[in-house]
């Protein structure tokens, strides 16, 4: 059964880039809807800005640590 080679690396960088959104989402998402469960929207509003600045940092770590990894030659 012949077929393409697996490529683990093309793997591994979907897998974190997919892992990088669900966790974006889960926390946008998932802390708007906590806060505006128990403490009303006005406050999930001002919350959200909050859980965007934090999606938002979290964003920029994956882009350094990708732009790290393209500089070693790492991620080829």
Same mark, same amino acid.
Request: positive net charge.
């Given at each position: 059964m012949a077929g #393409?080679? !697996?490529?683990t690396r093309k793997q591994q960088r979907d897998f974190g880039r997919s892992l990088l959104w669900m966790t974006t989402l889960v926390l946008v998402l998932g802390g708007g809807a906590l /806060? &505006? +469960?128990f403490y009303g929207i006005t406050e &999930? *509003? *001002?919350g959200l800005v909050c859980l965007l600045a934090g999606a938002g940092l979290i964003l920029l770590l994956w882009l350094l640590l990708t732009l790290i990894g #393209? /500089? !070693? +030659?790492e991620d080829s």
């Amino acid at each position: 059964m012949a077929g #393409k080679p !697996t490529d683990t690396r093309k793997q591994q960088r979907d897998f974190g880039r997919s892992l990088l959104w669900m966790t974006t989402l889960v926390l946008v998402l998932g802390g708007g809807a906590l /806060l &505006a +469960g128990f403490y009303g929207i006005t406050e &999930a *509003i *001002i919350g959200l800005v909050c859980l965007l600045a934090g999606a938002g940092l979290i964003l920029l770590l994956w882009l350094l640590l990708t732009l790290i990894g #393209k /500089l !070693t +030659g790492e991620d080829s």
